[in-house]
C-alpha cells in the first residue's frame, strides 16, 4: 500500500532547466529524505528533513534545493540542471530522526533525463 | 566512515533453493542497525529485515533470515525456498545509532530466480 507519493514519475527536460518534484507522505512520519539512484542503481542519501527542518545536506551542489511546507511534503527542486542529475529521485520518510532503527518507506520515485 | 559493501553484483538461482548474498559494512559505532531492502522492477523498494547490532541471535522474517557476524563486520541475507517474485535487486543498508547520519545503502545485488 503506497503512502508516499511522489510527482511526477518522469520528467524531461534539457540542460539548464529548472525542474521542481513534490513529495508527500500520509503515514504521519515526522523525518523525509530525498535519495538519488543513479544508473548503476547507486542510492545516495542526498537531504534529510525532521518536522520541516534540514537536518541533513549530504555535500549536494548547491543548484539542489529542498523544501518543506511541513512534515508530510518535501519537495525537491533543481535550478539549473546538468547531464549528470539524470537520475531516478526517491523520496523517503521514517517514523522520526532520533530512532536510528526506523524503517525507511520509499515513494515510486521521479525519474529525470536531461538531454 | 560509514560504508557498506556488497561484492556480488549478480546471482542467479533456480527457484525452490536457496540464495545467500554478503554485505560487508565499516563503522566507528558500537551501536548500530542493518537493514536489507528489496527493489522490484517496477522500481518499489520495500523493507525486508533488519538486525540490531547488539542482538546476538540471528533475525528472521518469513523466508528471509540474515548471517550476523559481527567481528567480521558481515551480515549476509539468506533466502530460502525462493520464488520467481524473488528477482529484484536487494540491498544492505546501515545506520549508526549516533552517527547523525541517514541511512546508507550499499551498492545492491540482483537475483534472477528462474523456473
Known amino acids: 500500500e503506497t503512502a508516499v507519493f511522489q510527482t511526477p514519475n518522469y520528467h524531461v527536460t534539457q540542460v539548464g532547466n529548472e525542474v521542481s518534484f513534490n513529495c508527500k507522505q500520509t503515514?504521519?512520519?515526522?523525518?523525509m529524505y530525498w535519495y538519488k539512484q543513479d544508473s548503476k542503481k547507486l542510492l545516495k542519501i542526498m537531504f534529510s528533513y525532521n518536522n520541516k527542518q534540514l537536518i541533513v545536506n549530504e555535500t549536494v551542489p548547491r543548484r539542489f534545493s529542498p523544501q518543506s511546507s511541513d512534515k508530510a511534503h518535501l519537495n525537491l527542486r533543481i535550478k539549473s540542471v546538468e547531464p549528470e542529475d539524470s537520475a531516478v529521485y526517491l523520496c523517503?520518510?521514517?517514523?522520526?530522526?532520533?530512532?536510528?532503527?526506523?524503517?525507511?518507506?520509499f515513494g515510486a520515485g521521479t525519474r529525470l533525463s536531461v538531454l | 566512515a560509514q560504508k557498506v559493501t556488497q561484492t556480488q553484483t549478480s546471482i542467479s538461482v533456480v527457484e525452490k533453493t536457496t540464495v545467500t548474498m554478503d554485505c560487508v559494512y565499516e563503522t566507528r559505532d558500537s551501536s548500530y542497525f542493518l537493514f536489507w531492502y528489496k527493489q522490484t522492477a517496477s522500481g518499489e523498494i520495500v523493507f525486508l529485515i533488519r538486525?540490531?547490532?547488539?542482538?546476538?541471535e540471528n533475525a528472521t522474517v518469513g523466508h528471509y533470515s540474515l548471517n550476523f557476524q559481527k567481528p567480521k563486520s558481515s551480515i549476509g541475507l539468506i533466502i530460502t525456498a525462493t520464488q520467481i517474485e524473488d528477482s529484484a535487486v536487494y540491498f544492505c543498508?546501515?545506520?549508526?545509532?549516533?552517527?547523525?547520519?541517514?541511512?546508507?545503502f550499499g551498492t545492491g545485488t540482483t537475483v534472477s530466480v528462474s523456473p
Open positions: 538486525q540490531d547490532s547488539y542482538k546476538k
Open positions: 523517503a520518510s521514517s517514523r522520526d530522526w532520533g530512532s536510528s532503527q526506523n524503517t525507511l518507506y
Open positions: 503515514l504521519g512520519h515526522d523525518t
Open positions: 543498508a546501515m545506520r549508526e545509532l549516533q552517527g547523525g547520519r541517514a541511512l546508507i
